[in-house]
């Protein structure tokens, strides 16, 4: 295998893990930000895909370095039953969460599509994503990942096309990337857009699929070498997810919304009708769908690792991974809550799960043994500590002022 070719096949991982930064859940977070606040959060969605980079970087090196996933290599370090069990609870409720918000996502789409109810769509959207993920247990991983790539092909087009039909204000653009918050309703939609970037679940997913696709390679070829295809693999992930996200944001904030009780992804779904035509709405609508189907693929799987690694060293069947994600999701729905705004809330539920991944993390990419020559430089690990410390911080204080 030459040079280039195996640089091109080892990428992959990345761009699988990072679907979580265009699942539903963004969807909804970037286009309840665009259209509540206009430009104001963009600073916060820049930041977050900033900050998403390193993540998703340090969770691949992990994968490489140590041949494991990260819930492996806490199994291993909790020695306490109960202390696993707490830890795999607060991970699995990230999951579930995660998943709420892809299944949501994709009945929403179904619904503007063919006028489904929602109960109907989130069950064909769990059949679907199954499938994907019986193309995986059968296929291989590669065969996987150019069935979600096709998925993030579609929903990229389809959200950047929305909003062909409108001009950014460009003065506004700019003025979004100074950093400020105004209300405390602006600081909790960007806790949201937080969560909905620095996926806790895709840490998991990401350090299981650099050990299955990276960790075969390392006697082949030398880790340093590997963590350059990664940080080219994780760049271009970041780079995709991050340009969409940007656009739904602005694509919200020249809509619009006056009434605050109004549903958002149906009103830009409408908005989009309005402008640009039905094409344009049925993309917009399609982009949705597959960011739910992809993404709930991928939060299945997420499940599987982080059961796997922190109770049981046996695969559960996929029927039941299945299952333990569904069940919550056709709940919630079943209460008549508002999709937006269940999806938003899911979103910023996760970012109370960011540090249990985050903490862990750098620790163990810190960890000289562990990580041989390819261990976090000291910048790096301060770094990481630093923004796991701030994340944790504003975690806290909207708990305060949720309760106060």
């Known amino acids: 295998m030459t040079a280039k070719r195996s640089f091109v096949t080892l990428l992959g991982p990345a761009v699988v893990a990072g679907v979580a930064y265009l699942d539903p859940g963004n969807v909804a977070t970037n286009l309840t930000a665009g259209t509540h606040f206009g430009y104001l959060l963009l600073w916060v969605l820049v930041a977050a895909n900033l900050i998403a980079w390193l993540v998703q970087y340090l969770a691949a090196k992990l994968g490489l370095a140590s041949n494991k996933s990260l819930s492996r290599l806490m199994g291993e370090r909790i020695k306490s039953p109960f202390g696993r069990f707490l830890y795999w609870l607060q991970a699995q409720l990230v999951a579930i969460a995660t998943d709420l918000a892809e299944l949501i996502g994709g009945a929403v789409a179904l619904n503007l599509l063919f006028g489904w109810p929602l109960l109907v769509g989130c069950i064909a959207t769990a059949v679907v994503s199954t499938g994907l993920l019986y193309i995986k247990s059968r296929g291989g991983a590669k065969t996987f990942e150019y069935f979600i790539f096709g998925l993030i092909v579609m929903t990229s087009f389809g959200f950047i096309s929305a909003i062909s039909s409108w001009t950014p204000h460009v003065g506004q653009f700019f003025a979004g990337l100074v950093p400020r918050l105004t209300t405390t309703e602006s600081a909790l939609i960007a806790l949201g857009i937080l969560g909905a970037t620095i996926m806790p679940h895709a840490v998991y997913v990401h350090s299981a699929l650099s050990r299955d696709r990276l960790g075969a390679m390392s006697n082949k070829l030398d880790n340093p070498r590997l963590v350059r295809i ?93 299952l333990i994600t569904l069940v919550p999701a056709l709940v919630i729905l079943s209460l008549g809550l508002g999709a937006t705004d269940v999806l938003v809330l899911s979103q910023v539920f996760l970012s109370f799960g960011i540090p249990f991944a985050l903490f862990p993390l750098i620790r163990l990419t810190s960890d000289k043994k562990l990580m041989g ?4 430089t000291r910048f790096t690990t301060v770094l990481g500590y630093l923004i796991a410390g701030a994340l944790s911080i504003l975690n806290l204080w909207i708990l305060i002022q949720f309760f106060a």
Do not use: H, Q
Request: charged share 10%.
């Open 373 to 376: 020559d390819v261990v976090n």
């Open 230 to 322: 990664i940080k080219w693999d994780v760049s271009l992930a970041m780079l995709i997810a991050g340009s969409v996200n940007i656009a739904l944001l602005v694509l919200g904030a020249v809509i619009g919304i006056t009434n605050r009780s109004d549903d958002v992804i149906a009103t830009v779904f409408n908005a989009v009708m309005a402008a640009g035509g039905a094409t344009f709405a049925v993309l917009f609508a399609l982009a949705l769908l597959a960011s739910g189907l992809a993404s709930t693929s991928v939060g299945t799987y997420a499940g599987e690792v982080i059961f796997d690694g922190l109770l049981v060293r046996k695969s559960l069947p996929l029927v039941v991974r299945r």
